[in-house]
T-cell receptor
Framework: NAGVTQTPKFRVLKTGQSMTLLCAQD?????MYWYRQDPGMGLRLIHY???????AKGEVPDGYNVSRLKKQNFLLGLESAAPSQTSVYFC??????????????FGPGTRLLVL | QQQVKQSPQSLIVQKGGISIINCAYE??????FPWYQQFPGKGPALLIA?????SEKKEGRFTISFNKSAKQFSLHIMDSQPGDSATYFC??????????????FGKGTHLIIQP
């Protein structure tokens, strides 16, 4: 049981390049989330998904797109990277069951540097 | 608009002392308040969480105190140890009804426990 995994761990992009970050979870969770973490800013929600084929915007969605084609995978895309997107990106997942299962489980993060 | 305010930004405590981190929220729809612990290069991990129907929750050396009327909650770490040195984030979300809302995080507290 690997929990939440993220690929790649680290990436350097040039301004204008595109890339996709992959998140995978093996806990059969319905809900998945993408956050970004910047120094002194905490974590901010980018997009989230409540199930296959459904996505919704979070607090800071501009410049990002997401897709959830399979229940276990949640992809975050940058179509034209900008230096302001330099950040550490975290994926998280949780079950939709209320009660003691409310915990969001986080992946190890992807560190992205845009030059 | 910062919905969850966390203080202090950094904290140095002697080994064996009590570490106290405070958070205040604005959104009265929030009804689940977790604390996450993050070590360098790792993803956040749930430490302890509380719902507003109780004023205190204790798990080992970690205690959450919750004041619903003041819309404040705090984390107390008793007998602080060097291994507790990490960044701590408070968070909040409206989980009632099984909603998929993401977490709203505070900006984090960098805690150092001096031996």
């Amino acid at each position: 049981n690997a929990g939440v995994t993220q690929t790649p761990k680290f990436r350097v992009l040039k301004t204008g390049q595109s890339m996709t970050l992959l998140c995978a979870q093996d806990m059969n969770h319905e809900y998945m989330y993408w956050y970004r973490q910047d120094p002194g800013m905490g974590l901010r929600l980018i997009h989230y998904s409540v199930g296959e084929g459904t996505t919704a915007k979070g607090e800071v969605p501009d410049g990002y797109n997401v897709s959830r084609l399979k229940k276990q995978n949640f992809l975050l895309g940058l179509e034209s990277a900008a230096p302001s997107q330099t950040s550490v990106y975290f994926c998280a997942s949780r079950t939709r069951l209320a009660g003691a299962q409310e915990t969001q489980y986080f992946g190890p993060g992807t560190r992205l540097l845009v030059l | 608009q910062q919905q969850v305010k966390q203080s202090p930004q950094s904290l140095i405590v002697q080994k064996g002392g009590i570490s106290i981190i405070n958070c205040a929220y604005e959104n009265t729809a929030f009804d689940y308040f977790p604390w996450y612990q993050q070590f360098p290069g790792k993803g956040p991990a749930l430490l302890i969480a509380i719902r507003p129907d109780v004023s205190e929750k204790k798990e080992g050396r970690f205690t959450i105190s919750f004041n619903k009327s003041a819309k404040q909650f705090s984390l107390h770490i008793m007998d602080s140890q060097p291994g507790d040195s990490a960044t701590y984030f408070c968070a909040a979300t409206p989980y009632s009804g099984g909603g998929a809302d993401g977490l709203t995080f505070g900006k984090g507290t960098h805690l150092i426990i001096q031996p």
